[in-house]
């Protein structure tokens, strides 16, 4: 990344929103290794010398994901925002290009719904366990020691046939946050992202994961506005589809 302020989609006393590149983490436990957190601490810091730089990260995404991400630059926020989270008030939807093992996903209708979608959306609940070892999540059956239920829904909004392999372009909203939940409930169910060398076995491209946060919605921690973000995801999957804000 050039330039920190590029990425940087909304800024106030209290949040700073922004559009994470692809390949940069959040956070890094490495020595000398930069990322968001850093480059954006140091951008508030050249704006205010002599103070020391508040930021809070109030939710991540994994390394190779790019998309919408929200700070806090002062403790009240914070707490605000962090509330929200809890109680499940940040509304975040992704899209994804897909390959398609099973033709039946294609054909698969969906009766369950959420609420406020317009259009129906796919419901998937699965158990998943982490691997601290590898890094990995897996699906295994309800009641295993250490799974986490994951439920997610989505809808197919394009397929196309890319060099003779089907693919798809999906939106999804997550209903909960477990470990690379999206990546190992649509590898399982048949809907291996692009790009996955992790969770997609035959994937041998080089391409970068076709994943990301396109939008964000959440209330301002100090007035109370609804806010809404969407950015339009830069990998090159999606070059295949009609990609729009949605």
Known sequence: MKDVREC????????LVCHKPAGIAVQSGRVGSMDLESLLKNYIAQKKPGKIPYLAVIHR???PVEGVLVFALNPKAAA???????????SKTYLAVT???RESVLQKESTDTKEEEKVQMICLTDW????????????????????????????????????????CMVQIRLETGRHHQIRVQLS??????V???????????REALALCSVQLEFTHPASGKKMKFQ???TGTAFREFSVKKI
């Open 231 to 233: 950015v339009v995801p």
């Open 80 to 90: 605000a925002l962090n509330r929200q989270m809890t109680a499940g008030e940040i």
């Open 8 to 15: 940087i989609l909304y800024e106030d006393k209290d949040i």
């Open 195 to 205: 790009g996955d060398r992790k969770y997609n076995p035959v994937e041998n491209s």
């Open 188 to 193: 399982h169910a048949g809907m291996p992202l």
């Open 99 to 101: 390959d398609v093992k």
């Open 61 to 63: 995404l994994d390394q």
């Open 128 to 167: 998943l366990c982490k691997d601290n070892k590898t890094n990995s999540s897996s699906v295994v059956p309800a009641g295993t020691a250490g799974a986490k239920k994951a439920v997610l829904y989505y809808k197919i909004l394009e397929s196309r046939e890319v060099q003779g392999q089907k693919h």
